[in-house]
């Protein structure tokens, strides 16, 4: 079968949000801030996929799936891709530079200040930053210090030309302070990055070294991040977790960027002390690293640089209404974020915790806000008398200590905390609550794409479902008893749900439309996601292309899928939004001979979301939620300002017409901006 790599997939996403930082109509200060998301992002993939492609190296793999080569041979090219990457970054980050100065601000280095700059700089450094630097000197007689992969280091020299001696150093930029210090002088503002700040103060730091020369270089480096969970059954899930943490810290490095103008005899000291290889492991680039910090480059107090403010809108079936509870009951509500206010989540805990009514509230938590309002109104449900139980995923990705703080804290509220299926990471996004009623009990259920997290519902697209549906209610009833230890085998027949019946419910949609592309009806697939990699899926949607069914899918990041092959993919296209929102949603839509089936799920389309994990799929049954799910798509299909063709080449080429530009996320927003417009002018 036909694949891309995904590894090489993810990283022609990344290079689409490179993209958004070259793009002249994207405000200044943004594009700065994306070349800080390029670099988050692309330290992730080093720590998770890389470092897995470097075990199948030390296991003898000699195939990869989707790459024509050994999984060395895959190592190297994914090197190569980020060393042409890497430049592009250099190119853009000159290019706001440049028009940075243009609009009076200035970078500048320590070889390039006024006296009058300089005094400052130093003052900056004695009040501040002194006491927080501690340099390591390097030499035979000490092990070298174990580095932070997080951070970013000064490799420093120093020369004694006459005695031809030389002594080498480390330096942590210290992370509690800004990386960026600004100088405001004759009307014109002036930024320097603490490393220059550092290697301008150099002397004053290694004063009791007589040395002719001293120089610093920039470097960083990746961990593999994997944990390493052992099978000692006298430890419980939640200490197995956190020693694995700890582990993590001190992981094999797998990739060192440093600055190509670094002196070979330091250099080497560096990569023999880390254990890694020159033009392996290792990248050069320029003289500034951790481009991540990047995200907070400060915007001067301009309006212009950033995007305009936008305030998350009204939602008709909740606004102005005393209870979001009764109006759930009354009729399903479909939320989309963060056009609409992820504050009716919040309201609906708050509500549930003192209503006396409710009895018990279940809700899965994969990641929260670091001051979370949800786990908050959770802790006062337990201290109004609730029965509340927290499912907690121990187990998401770099968030692991982070939720063992609420799990404790959570314990110490009095609410019954699980961590779900050991074997299987739980990634769907649940809420149900129980409420009595005269005749009958009621369920009120949230399914949702997205994480319970009131930052991120600022910045991710996420849809979210609120239903009374008994059917829904009870089958997500029965995964909350899953995640309680209580599983009682019944099948799932509403839902879709990971690892139980997903494939077979899939392949049932999709053959189900090749059936009526076969009898000559129209036959559609429509469908919403981030990643879409299982091969098994794959070749489905291949036949369903090969048997004539029209397939329009919406993929963020990776795509092992190739469109538009003749014979096997033709009628499949593949499109990519990536703009100033992060599209996080994943909804389908089978035409169904006109009877449309719609879905929203918590998963993406991978090996890990359909067999090993714990996801939920929920059928999206009234008339007015799942025409809302049609215009939402229609919307992102008609984009041409944001939108990228995704092909066999991964060129990356924007999704252009002849129409006038067309901004799906902008027209979004105007959408929900108008309806929550009118709310307002009615109360």
């Keep these: 079968m036909e694949l891309k790599n995904r590894e090489l997939s993810w990283l022609s996403f990344n290079d689409r949000v490179l993209q958004e930082a070259l793009d002249d109509t994207v405000p200044l200060i943004e594009r700065m801030r994306f070349l800080g998301i390029y670099s988050n992002n692309l330290d992730e993939f080093f720590r998770v996929r890389v470092a897995f492609i470097g075990r199948m190296i030390s296991l003898g793999k000699t195939e990869v799936l989707g790459f024509d080569g050994s999984p060395s041979d895959l190592f190297e090219e994914i090197r190569n891709v980020v060393m042409h990457q890497q430049k592009k970054l ?18 500048v280095n320590e070889k390039g200040l006024t006296s009058k700059q300089e005094f400052d700089v130093k003052k900056y450094f004695n009040l501040k930053l002194k006491h927080a630097i501690v340099p390591i000197i390097l030499n035979a007689d000490t092990p070298f210090p174990r580095l932070k992969d997080s951070g970013i280091y000064l490799a420093v020299k120093m020369e004694w030309s006459k005695k031809k001696k030389k002594r080498f150093a480390l330096i942590e930029i210290p992370s509690q302070f800004p990386r960026f210090h600004r100088i405001s002088e004759n009307d014109s503002d002036f930024i320097i990055l603490l490393d220059d700040v550092i290697r301008l103060n150099l002397n004053a730091i290694f004063s009791i070294f007589k040395y002719d020369i001293i120089e610093a270089y920039t470097f960083k480096f990746t961990r593999d991040a994997e944990l390493d969970l052992d099978d000692d059954i006298s430890e419980s899930f939640m200490e197995k977790i956190e020693k694995s943490v700890k582990k993590r810290k001190i992981g094999e490095p797998v990739r060192f960027v440093y600055d190509e103008q670094m002196p070979a005899d330091l250099l080497k000291l560096l990569l023999d002390s880390l254990r890694l290889e020159l033009g392996v492991n290792s990248i050069p680039g320029g003289k500034y690293h951790n481009f991540k910090d990047f995200i907070s480059f400060p915007n001067f107090g301009r309006s212009s640089f950033s995007f305009s403010k936008r305030n998350p809108g009204s939602h008709p079936q909740l606004e102005g209404h005393r209870s979001v509870l009764k109006s759930v009951i009354k009729k399903d509500v479909l939320l989309h974020f963060p056009y609409q206010r992820f504050d009716y989540i919040v309201d609906l805990l708050r509500e549930a915790a003192i209503d006396p009514k409710v009895t018990t509230i279940r809700i899965n938590v994969y990641r929260v806000a670091a001051h979370s309002q949800i786990m908050n109104a959770l802790m006062n449900a337990v201290s109004n008398g609730k029965d509340v139980l927290v499912a907690i995923e121990l187990q998401a990705r770099f968030d692991e200590e982070h939720n063992l703080y609420w799990a404790n804290k959570l314990k110490e509220a009095g609410a019954k905390v699980t961590f779900g299926v050991e074997t299987l990471k739980v990634h769907s996004k649940l809420i149900q609550i129980r409420r009595i009623g005269a005749k009958k009990d009621a369920l009120i259920t949230y399914v949702g794409t997205g994480n319970f ?16 549906n008994p059917e829904i209610g009870q089958e997500v009833n029965r995964v909350f008893d899953l995640l309680d230890g209580n599983y009682s085998g019944e099948p799932f027949n509403t839902l879709i749900v990971s690892p139980f019946n997903v494939r077979e419910r899939l392949i049932e949609l999709i053959n189900n439309e090749i059936a009526f592309a076969k009898s000559g009806r129209r036959a559609q697939i429509r469908i919403k996601l981030n990643n879409l990699v299982d091969s098994e899926m794959i070749g489905h949607l291949y036949r369903a292309s090969q048997e004539g069914v029209k397939i329009h899918l919406l993929i963020r990041g990776i795509c092992s899928l190739i469109p538009g092959k003749k014979g096997l993919s033709e009628n499949i296209s593949v499109r990519s939004v990536v703009g100033r929102y992060l599209e996080h949603s994943r909804f389908m839509i089978f035409h169904n001979n006109g009877q449309k089936k719609y879905f929203i799920t918590s998963a993406d389309w991978m090996e890990r979301n359909l067999d090993k994990r714990v996801e939920v799929g929920c059928p999206v049954l009234k008339r007015h939620t799942q025409r809302r799910l049609d215009e939402i798509f229609d919307t992102y299909w008609k984009g041409n300002v944001k939108s990228r063709i995704i092909d066999e080449n991964q060129l990356n080429l924007y999704h252009r017409d002849k129409k006038p530009t067309f901004n799906a996320q902008d027209e979004l927003f105007r959408y929900y901006k108008k309806i929550s417009d009118e709310i307002t002018a009615t109360q």
Excluded at 95 to 106: N, S
Excluded at 453 to 468: N, V
């Design 90 to 107: 250099q190119v853009a980050y000159n290019k706001i530079l440049k028009e940075l100065e243009h609009e009076g601000i200035y970078h």
């Design 453 to 468: 997290h009131e930052k991120t519902a600022l910045l991710y697209e996420d849809i979210g479902l609120l239903t009374s």
